[in-house]
């Protein structure tokens, strides 16, 4: 079905209206939201072909999660189960000092019980890409086996595979999650990683490019990509050692960033850019995403282009 | 605090706006329910003094629970839990062919492991009248342990108790439902039920009045009651049996009438009203519940007045 | 500037969204509401060129009445006071039998101290007809002085005038509303009332169209209208007494019924359509009325028309 | 792609608030509508595996077209146009007397000269029915030219067609239509046509029964259905005629009710449902609708199962 | 009826709610917007009596044109014809570097087919001012005429007239702009233009000051204005050149800042006041423009005076 | 029932939706405001058990006030009034140039005629710390009455008293003020006051420090605090003087800084913190204020001592 196909949890995001409190909201805007689709989305705005997989249960807030990837252009290729909840998560977005509260409730998720056996792996050996993050396994004994099988499936099918580290200390220690990433490593052709996660997961320290090279080095990444927040990212790969500054933005919704990332950074590389290319549209992506309510980049290829080439945003009339 | 306490568990209820669909609205409003809360918002809108105790979740959601009861007059009395879930559930209202579609998201709230020895116990033994439901006991075996110990608690200082069968085929069995409010009878006062759940859960069929009396002799309640819906209420006690019509209403919000009815009556019943007099109050706040949005009844003494007294509702201008 | 002059005071309106309380509801609806300025749209929506007279206070609340009302077509030529408040009255709206509830803020408005000197009393001897009704003398013993005024004035300048009864008890008491109405009848040319306030004001019991020729009889008034609600209206002049029944109509919003009959009666009155015709516009204009939310009849000639002439209410496409 | 293939015009419904005015209303909602992809929309509700084929501006109003569509779970396979516009309508619905007020605004709109060379014809090729309605031909003669061809295209692909009359006197005069309409009937398969539009445009008159038995003799369709409003509907096709009433329903939205019928009907029809079956599948379908904002059928098979089932609607808790 | 006089098309804008996209927004805002009618306001805020003709659709749409622009003060005098578009246009405004996105919906509106026969042209020859604009001939060839026509009746009156450049290159070429305009130059008595229009389409460029000066003696102007955005502006005329530099102001709504500019502008200077002056309200009232949702000022002389004297917006309580 | 009583009128505030105009806008959101309730509010989010003491009127919009200060958690003992109206505010918040406009409507409020005679003085006598404000004796001779009265009651019951300057020059005269407040100062421990308050109406000016030192010396307060806006606060007391700056924060709703500084210092106060530490809570909760829409401070303790503590608003997941 599609070039990409991604894996994990989506949730269904309840926020209170802009400036309001999650306490005393009368209600809650709701948008899809989980670091795989969201990478999804991303891509397939940009122009990818790309399919998300999961597991959701069989009720109206499994279908919402469909609907709202599908308005977004996302193909999605889900099992649907009879049981286990839909996760969500309450998200309240504040200016400082206040920041943003969040409240995750997705214990018992119906995709925490998803075995490699049940989802559409066909799907995934039709693809040029796989990828998933360090949050699914994270999520369930079952789905840390799952992403190690699915790595597999992707790996003896010939389809390249990206993971993003994605590091949540809420739902594991840094020394389980680096063990578990450890046993995938072997597994992954890209590797995306936020540069605290580098440092504090994996034991990478030091300047950006260094670790970039010393990780591919280490584990064989065909790919290395850091990412440094408003200092932009570092890619290594394709025997070259390539930054790129992050784009100046006017944020209104910061959750889902470094999912837009990702998700342009594959698509790029999906079409053939180069390195350099790919950390642009990566990072103009994420710079649009934070002008938009909810998680997922509902950008077009053209504004993204033009937000690369660093066009003023002035109105032609 | 209170002349009344109640206990129960109380959720989120998120809605999509009228009309419109779970599976894709673009928000949901946030109301507050739960049977005993509800019943003791209706009591406290009528002049009773009300508390509603039990045990949340030490978040914003747990927070918005209090905020919200607090908002309509009922005085709480909570144990803050580090650990557990707020209970929600959505719910979409239509009307027909549609109907309403509900999902609970339940399992795992905080009040699941509620036990005597943390809930403010004293707060029982200075008021007058207890009241619980069956749904609390349905939630969980602490629970069906905590409501037996709390209405032993009650009987030892002296305080009247009330019960609402209000039997949830989603939570457990007519068979154990049966079973496990049969042993708290013996400690119950007044008997609140529907029909359905007499002739269904308490085996006890016929006509509303000989029902009512029935369950009276059989386990000596001092009041039973019979809901019946659009066809009014009996009620045996007081050495009669009376019977009281539903009052015409143009429902908007049907969740919460029959717990509108519980607050309703026991107020009334609290301050001295005869058997006669509190089912006319019951039926009254039931039915002005049903024109009123969310799950509690937010009216005032004086309109719940003129409905007994079936003044019409013009305009004084 | 225009053939209709109607003078009194408008409020801001305030009420809770459709079925929601004035107590708890996090905003308000604001709307414009007066009995002179609704029949003035009414009028002007009918194809009548129409001015509203009065005073506001010069503040944005006095603007945004100007504001509302001149965007659904009414002129108006107001005094702007810099002392006296913006009335404002308080509505929620529901189904029974929750029925309706009205607070009204409107002591002290600057409308209250308005003087015949002030007011643009050569707008109403430029006119064809100056309407004003009983809630304006109600509001203060300057109004009533003033209403007096502007009345005669209109009778000097060969203007003919028209008056609705318009009782509100929760301002006069009936006998002093009596006594002050009879002072204005001799300089009244068309006097409409409700059927209601003929009896228990005016002190007309009996038939509508009997009332109606005994108070035309009794005052040489040259038309009395007489409203029955859903019974529909009638009218006594040209030598005739004709009544007409009431149309159906869905109620969305009740208030402002009986304004829009008068505003819709009056232009057709204007331009010449007999009593019966007249009649059937006002009826047809007061049923589309119920079906908007506010106080002020947004209708157009167009389908005022097509509810008189019984054309169902399809769609053509 | 897709079992049903459909193809036509979608616009952009913009919709005054609900009771609210479209001369006045500070908001539109936005809804997607056109007849052939809510029938899509509907037939995919139930099962079916449908695809809307037409041609959009490429702006972003056109993708919001196809964002809404695939939302619903329609799959849409477009040619982006560079110029042309967005069909749009503006639509106000209210209660007796006001009735529905619409304004099309769809001249040249980009599917206006969508040529069958440009189309995805393939899809086509590789369904198992096809389905465009009498709105389409009308609204160009280019598209009267493609739809020809587009039938064509399914009959020598062996692709069964369908086609909805759907006359518009807004669009075309009836014997234009009815010109038109023949020179399509040779290549027709399943004629669905209102009563009405039967009798006005096709020239027959007469009981459901005897005018679709008089269609399918004529024409030799395989199938014919005429629908007849609050009547039901009758069908004559695999050597029986049958009829079947329609379901009660609240009305809140009735734009799309015929395309919801049409959608369940073709939907149960594609998964080999006899003729009767069909019928109530698609006047559940149309029930639903009515209950649902805007013009698509956002129901799911199991509500359709349970109002065929006759099932209550009463809530399962 | 009024002193100034403005002659466009105003379109309804329909933008999706703050920070949300055109493609996915459930719901668009609506604004009336045209550079005439925007200055229109602009003045009759600032106390000028201002009047703006136009042609609409007869039809709900036109109205609501008409209803916008009354709310907010102004006048209106338009021809309401059976045929031609209600123009309208697409706006989403969002921060860097997302920027603004447009799309134009107005070709065939009613008023491109407006005579200067068929407008209330005794409306201009009552005036002291006329204004027009560089969109306006813009629209189509008719139009095109009919500025000239309506220009030349202003110049028969003895009323003054006043142009806005504001070239739209989505509507014509720099050189048809500027041939077109130059055949209306002998005819204007103010000429206010953008300094990059009077570079690119009239091919004056330098310093605004000789700019202004040039344009001035080529034309014989007798008075000649040069926006220059954040720049502030300058003008040359009764024998002076001045320039005031812009107020800083928080944008919301960056749309119709000249045209205020040009209202608040001509406001003055129709009541008297200097070069200098009308250039510190111009530029006052574009300040507060932009903190205004929507395309027109609606703003208070008493804060304009204030934002020209320089005070602080402090909140006096 | 409370540590901490405040004294005062609360008001229901009006406000357009974010960026809106009052003269235009088509709902007012509401909000409960007051000086000494959101004082109230303040304190009881950081732990105090707080109650206000009023007199309201007996109506929806009085019950609103409760309603919305117990959602807070705050406590509130009134008296129900029969007559008198609710206050009310109406405010427009904007950006620069356009700043904030606001229209008081709280003449003849029901609180205006409350006496010591009719308020709940028992709960003053059994607090730790009573509080009222300048604006309350400015309201109404009967109020300034009342404020002594209840000063005495709190010193005869050996209970702490604080006052908030909180000068309102549409209220009263600044020699008035200095005149009635002079006479309640011997009653006053603590005494808190804007830094421009002291020198306008107390006469005090110079450096905050020196200020403070100067009142505590004149008048013989425990402590008194000054408050500079941006520039922080300085308290003299304890045998030290203390300053602290401002904490940064993104303004988002400025009305109730003060008062949520107040309730900050005060409830760190009740519970034994230091001068110093007092000053950095009163100035935290009203940082965090400022990005909360409303009057009030609905901020929790955790994230209050986060923003004393400094730690960075990041999300952690």
């Known amino acids: 079905m599609g070039d990409l196909v991604t894996f994990g949890e989506t949730m269904l995001r309840l926020s209170p209206p802009r400036h309001t409190r999650l306490e005393t909201a009368g209600s809650f805007d709701v948008y899809p939201g989980g670091a795989e689709s969201n990478a999804g989305v991303a891509a397939t705005r940009l122009g990818a072909d790309a399919v998300w997989i999961s597991k959701l249960p069989n009720s109206p807030l499994g279908r919402h999660v469909v609907s709202?990837?599908?308005?977004?252009?996302?193909?999605?290729?889900?099992?649907?189960?009879?049981?286990?909840?839909?996760?969500?998560?309450?998200?309240?977005?504040?200016?400082?000092?206040?920041?943003?509260?969040?409240?995750?409730?997705?214990?018992d998720a119906a995709v925490t019980t998803a075995t490699a056996d049940e989802l559409p792996t066909e799907t995934i050996r039709d693809a040029k890409l796989f990828l998933t993050s360090g949050i699914t396994p994270a999520l369930s004994s079952t789905l840390e086996r799952t992403v190690g099988e699915l790595l597999e499936t992707a790996r003896d099918a010939d389809v390249r595979t990206a993971f993003d580290v994605n590091y949540r200390s809420k739902l594991w220690s840094d020394t389980t999650a680096r063990e578990t990433l450890e046993t995938y490593f072997p597994l992954i052709d890209v590797l995306i990683t936020p540069a605290r996660d580098a440092r504090n997961v994996l034991g990478e320290a030091g300047e950006p490019a260094e670790v970039a090279t010393a990780l591919a080095d280490r584990w064989g990444f065909e790919t290395?990509?850091?990412?440094?927040?408003?200092?932009?990212?570092?890619?290594?790969?394709?025997?070259?050692?390539?930054?790129?500054?992050?784009f100046e933005t006017e944020t209104v919704a910061p959750i889902g960033t470094g999912d837009a990332f990702v998700g342009g950074f594959l698509a790029r590389r999906l079409d053939g850019a180069d390195l350099g290319t790919a950390l642009e549209y990566g990072g103009a992506t994420a710079a649009l995403k934070r002008t938009i309510p909810g998680d997922v980049a509902l950008v077009n290829r053209e504004e993204v282009d033009r937000v690369v080439e660093g066009e003023h945003a002035t109105i032609s009339r």
């Open 68 to 107: 709202d990837l599908r308005r977004c252009g996302l193909d999605v290729d889900v099992v649907w189960a009879d049981s286990g909840r839909q996760g969500t998560y309450y998200l309240e977005v504040a200016g400082a000092p206040r920041g943003t509260d969040v409240v995750y409730d997705r214990a």
């Open 224 to 246: 290395v990509v850091i990412t440094c927040g408003a200092d932009g990212a570092v890619a290594a790969g394709d025997d070259e050692v390539v930054d790129r500054p992050a």
